[in-house]
C-alpha cells in the first residue's frame, strides 16, 4: 500500500459515516501532480483552532 492509498483510506475511515464527503482527484496534465480536493457539509473548525490544525497530535 503506497503513502497515496494509507491517506485515502484514513480519510474513509476517519470520516463521521453520517457525514456528506466527496472526494475528488484531478491529474494535471503532465500526470506528476494532482489536485484532491475534499468538501463535506460539516461544521468546520473554528477560526481559534486554525492556528494550530498542522501541529501534531492536536485535536479539534
Known amino acids: 500500500m503506497d503513502k497515496h492509498e494509507v491517506a485515502f483510506r484514513n480519510l474513509a475511515d476517519l470520516t463521521d459515516s453520517s457525514s456528506d464527503v466527496r472526494q475528488t482527484i484531478v491529474p494535471f ?16 473548525i473554528f477560526a481559534t483552532d486554525l492556528p494550530h490544525i498542522f501541529d ?3 485535536r479539534v
Do not use: M, P
Not at 500526470?31 to 468538501?39: D, F, L, S
Open 29 to 44: 496534465l503532465n500526470r506528476r501532480w494532482a489536485v484532491i480536493q475534499v468538501k463535506d457539509k460539516g461544521i468546520g
Open 56 to 58: 501534531r497530535f492536536y
